[in-house]
């Protein structure tokens, strides 16, 4: 695949997240602030061409390093818990003073893999960074290492990138590292080792070209890339991996000046999801809808609204999978619920303008989004 196929899924996205790993934002005497002044004009850049941009940023235990002079990356929990903790105030303070440039806000998100696992907070996630795009406020992620355990680590920005990009529905995922994509071998050990432009599976082939090459300041070499693109793929995602080093990495990226490897998936996110849903999950209950609603999501691929709804069967909680079934209980179509039995209970029959007089808040008009929806025999 040539270069300008990547820069077209960087021209044709219309929300982007952005990994700036540690070996791109962090120099010997501290964070390259050149760098990050000239990634905040090149995210500018995407923002004026009306995209939405999420930025995960790894960098807060290796800033603490340094401000610390500690020369050797700290291997006990509670230790890098407590470096998380005092490097995460300066990285984001010089987030701040970048984006201040452009008069464009941001906001510190820190999660853990208990906050993307749990639905609920998925959910409660997802509303979150939507709330903050409304408002044109650039999110900055990181782990939430002060109280992740092991058990609800990370582990690596890598694979939290790719988790962000499914919370916030991304098409592309772009890793910035210090290398500019995948190889055959590692070049650094091995100088003939040949650029792979393109990837469209990832098997044992692949694996065994990312090898493994950890960083004396992050946490993740090529293997943990190779995780996240499967995350991506998986969700229909494309990922770049490319060279951050130097100003204005990003922007070269996007024009085709330098290269990076694209992963490109087989599907579409809609379609992952979908698929995800029909034969992953199990549905905890029943929505029963009038012949109006089925017509509208069978012939006009519509959302659910409450006002098609006629009952409410089982117990759920939103973010749950429901049937959605006709009067006669056939099964129409099978879905991800974004309000509870309890609130469906009050709301069922009401137009969408009316959720908030009765439940005295509202959430979203549709009590299942279509995107969330799979339609049996469509």
């Known amino acids: ?75 006990a929990l509670p230790l890098k818990q407590a470096y998380a903790a005092v490097g995460q105030l300066g990285l984001m303070w010089e987030y701040e003073r970048a984006f201040r440039v452009y008069n464009i806000p941001v906001a510190q998100v820190l999660l853990t893999r208990g906050d993307l696992e749990n639905r609920k907070r998925y959910l409660n996630s997802h509303n979150t960074f939507m709330a903050l795009f409304d408002l044109g406020v650039i999110p900055i992620v990181n782990e939430n290492d002060t109280v992740a355990t092991d058990e609800i680590r990370f582990g690596d920005n890598d694979s939290l990138s790719a988790m962000v990009a499914g919370v916030v529905n991304a098409d592309v995922n772009i890793i910035l590292s210090d290398i500019d994509g995948l190889y055959t071998a590692n070049p650094q050990l ?37 995780q996240a693109a499967k995350i991506c793929m998986n969700a229909g995602i494309h990922m770049i991996i490319g060279c951050g080093r130097g100003n204005h990495a990003l922007r070269r990226l ?97 137009k969408s303008t009316e959720i908030e007089q009765v439940l005295g808040y509202t959430n979203h008009d549709d009590l299942v989004h279509r995107d969330n929806m799979v339609l049996y025999n469509a």
């Open 254 to 350: 996007m024009k085709g000046k330098t290269r990076g490897t694209l992963f490109e998936p087989s599907i579409d996110a809609v379609s992952a999801k979908k698929r995800w849903i029909l034969q992953s999950l199990t549905s905890k209950g029943k929505l029963v809808i009038d012949d109006g609603a089925r017509q509208a999501l069978t012939r006009k691929d519509a959302s659910l609204l409450p006002i098609g709804v006629t009952g409410v069967q089982g117990r759920f909680e939103r973010g749950d999978c429901v049937d959605i079934v006709g009067a006669d209980g056939v099964a129409v179509a099978k879905g991800l619920a974004l309000y509870s039995s309890d609130e469906i209970v009050r709301i069922k029959g009401k």
């Open 190 to 226: 091995e100088p003939g080792a040949t650029h792979i432009a393109l990837v469209t599976s990832i098997d044992e082939q692949v694996e065994k070209m990312a090898g493994n090459s950890l960083s004396s300041v992050g946490t993740g070499g090529m293997i943990t890339k190779m």
């Open 1 to 75: 695949m040539s270069a300008s196929s990547l820069v077209q899924v960087i021209q044709e996205a219309q929300c982007i997240v952005i990994k700036v790993g540690s070996n791109v934002l962090v120099r010997g005497t501290g964070l390259d602030l050149p760098f990050l002044y000239t990634l905040a004009e090149d995210i500018h850049e995407l923002r004026q061409a009306g995209k939405k941009v999420v930025i995960v940023t790894s960098g807060s235990i290796a800033t603490a390093m340094v401000k610390l002079a500690t020369p050797a990356r700290p291997k």
